[in-house]
């Protein structure tokens, strides 16, 4: 017989559709079924569809009933009182004053930390990760807005999101809250608020009703500033809708990153190219840009903006020594290392007691967040834990490569030392002969083509003294066949294959080998004679790997192969100029993402070398491909004898 769901239960399922999950996600959290969750909002329609729209929409009847009410015009600083200049420069009391939102440190935090951003010298980019079920929608898209703009009415803000009319609701929220006139109620805690904004700030609405729309706004100026001569004060915009003639103060993109447009590589590049080209470009000198929300996945759009570099001419006294472009705020679910397994407790009445919130406690929201439900989705899964509630890449210790590994250096989680991969002294096409001095044993070329057109083209050196796997370039870009080898009228071979292996023969470093993925190479290679010719004339030995059959082998596969090698340092790659940086920097990135990245290439490619690299030791040998026999069959008596000679 199912438990009888109580009244706290149906509070909470509310509550957590009220800050926006879905009624899966919020039946999940509430420990109720979809068919009850259905069942339930049949009845009460005012929970579903939307709970921004529902709460604007009961805020304009009340408007509606209470009648006009005479509201000051704008009130310059000298003539505000007391509380209303404090509001100006405390964001946490401007939320309790305005809308009686309940502290917790981290959004307080955040609020400041966004305005220190906007106030500082030239544009400002962030990224502001947190969890899920904090509150993050209405403290940026509401509480923070609304406190801009009564700081500075002239500003232009951009409220977007993945959904036109989502952030239609995020703007007409914004709108509701500058013109009531009555306390605002928080549908959370039911607490009223102490004043209006209006009343506090003056009028923002203006006399001009065309200028006060749901998705586009402008407010009532200071003084004699017209407020028809002004660009919208609030625009809201997605991903779809056209905003190229917009120019903003502050943008601020929230839940842009999702499950769906981040699912496929196809999907994330295009996102990645619009992000680049239009949402960063909107951004007016001296502007604040702000990518908000959860992480998704390891290689999301959070991520492609956290590696953005900073050009070369802005690494000055401006940037404070920052190398990157975007400022991470990133507020985890429970801070590890501050956390002595005080998560609450019962009181002598057999009341909870929730622990003090983040920086006093382990748990950044002990209400919104508690212990139960975050052990409950580690427990259920670790890698959504990390990534959703941690706002981590991955869990660290269940990638394919660790950065410990690449960087050197002693592990703090198992105080072992490891030897590192980088080598700052050495750039691409250069040889380490200060570790190898006798040359490398053979060179290879292998290449990973992509059906999104995204090749992964790697020059790898082997040393078999040292057993240094060293990459002497790499080339990860869109390409298409003719651009690895063409053959022009006149009989010269164009392409980036022959680039290299004019390279290898004029640096002393021939090319022995070609590695091609074997569906690529019958489909490009094979059936050229003009390729094959070329590769003959150049001593190059055509090797076609096989990867379906091969990619997951308990012995030849990729968690088999690549993280040894890292692990004891046998990988050399270059970081000792820009252009060694480039030719690594792909390669790693996917090395500490991998499985929990689309994007594969780079990994295929140095497998493919890894894979082959026994038989190549000993003169082009092929190698053995094993059958699929149990394991206990592998290690037994005589079972090499059933491996079969790969073709």
């Known amino acids: ?115 220190d951003l906007w106030m500082e010298e030239g ?39 993945s959904a036109k009319g989502t952030s239609t609701d995020y703007a007409a929220r914004v709108r509701v809250a500058l013109m009531r006139t009555d306390p605002h109620v928080d549908p959370i805690t039911d607490e009223t608020a102490s004043a209006a904004m209006c009343q506090t700030f003056g009028r923002f609405k203006p006399e001009d009703r065309d200028l006060w729309r749901r998705d586009r706004f402008i407010v009532e100026q200071l003084g004699s500033a017209s407020a028809t001569e002004k660009e919208p004060t609030v625009t809201a915009e997605s991903l779809e809708s056209a905003f190229l003639g917009g120019r903003f103060d502050i943008s601020i993109w929230d839940d842009l990153v999702t499950g769906t447009n981040q699912r496929h590589s196809n999907s994330r590049i295009s996102q990645r190219e619009w992000w680049k080209t239009q949402a960063e470009t909107r951004c007016e000198p001296g502007g604040l840009v702000v990518l908000l929300g959860q992480r998704i996945m ?20 401006r940037t404070g020594g920052r190398t990157k472009k975007y400022h991470h705020i ?26 003090p919130a983040w920086p006093d406690g382990c748990l950044l929201d002990p209400v919104r967040l508690p212990w139960f439900d975050l052990a409950s989705v580690r427990e259920s899964d670790k890698a959504i834990y990390e990534t959703v509630y941690q706002q981590r890449d991955g869990d660290p210790s269940n990638v394919l490569v660790q950065d410990i590994w690449l960087k050197g250096g002693v592990d703090p989680q198992t105080n072992v030392s ?7 002294d050495r750039d691409i096409a250069q040889w380490p002969y200060e570790t190898c001095p006798d040359g490398p044993t053979f060179t290879a070329i292998t290449v990973d083509p992509s059906p999104t057109q995204w090749w992964s083209v790697q020059w790898w050196g082997y040393h078999s003294d040292t057993k240094k796997r060293v990459l002497l370039d790499h080339k990860r870009t869109k390409m298409q066949a003719p651009e690895l080898l063409e ?30 993925e074997r569906n690529a190479a019958q489909r490009f290679i094979l059936q050229y004679e003009f390729f094959t010719s070329f590769l003959s004339r150049n001593s190059v030995s055509l090797i076609p790997h096989d990867t379906t059959s091969n990619k997951a082998d308990e012995e030849y596969g990729v968690w088999a192969t690549l993280p040894n090698v890292y692990k004891y340092g046998q990988v050399d790659l270059p970081y000792g100029g820009s252009w060694g940086r480039k030719a690594s920097m792909p390669l790693e990135h996917e090395l500490t993402r991998w499985p929990n990245t689309e994007e594969e290439d780079c990994v295929m490619s140095q497998w493919f070398f890894e894979f082959n690299l026994e038989s190549l030791k000993f003169g082009n040998r092929p190698s053995p491909r094993r059958s699929h026999f149990p394991s206990w069959m592998r290690g037994a008596r005589g079972a090499k004898s059933l491996a079969v000679t790969k073709r």
């Open 1 to 115: 017989m199912p438990a009888k769901i109580t009244d706290e239960v149906i509070t909470h399922y509310g509550n957590l559709r009220r800050l926006g999950l879905t009624m899966a996600k919020a039946a999940s959290e509430a420990g109720v079924s979809k068919s009850w969750a259905s069942e339930y909002e049949k009845g009460n329609p005012g929970i579903s569809g939307g709970w921004q729209r529902q709460a604007v929409k009961g805020i304009y009847q009340s408007l509606k009933k209470v009648g006009e009410v005479e509201v000051p015009p704008p009130i310059p600083f000298e003539q505000l009182t007391d509380d209303g200049k404090r509001a100006l420069d405390d964001f946490g009391f401007h939320r309790r004053l305005f809308f009686a939102r309940r502290d917790t440190p981290w959004q307080i935090q955040a609020g400041h930390n966004l305005l």
């Open 123 to 161: 544009k400002s980019f962030a990224v502001v990760n947190e969890p899920p079920g904090s509150g993050k929608s209405t403290l940026f898209t509401h509480d923070f807005v609304t406190w801009a703009i009564a700081r500075e009415r002239r500003i232009r803000i951009l409220l977007g999101h």
């Open 298 to 317: 390891s290689d999301d759009l959070f991520r492609f903006c956290l590696d953005m570099d900073l050009p070369v001419h802005d690494l000055g006294r």
């Open 330 to 355: 990133v507020y985890p679910a429970h801070h590890e290392e501050m956390c002595e397994g005080k998560h609450g407790e019962y009181d002598d009445d057999d009341n909870f007691v929730s622990p």
């Open 418 to 424: 490891h030897p590192g991969c980088r080598n700052y």
């Open 487 to 516: 053959r022009m009228p006149n009989g010269e071979y164009i392409g980036l294959l022959p680039d290299w292996v004019s390279r290898g023969f004029t640096m002393g470093l021939p090319i022995n080998h070609l590695i091609v």
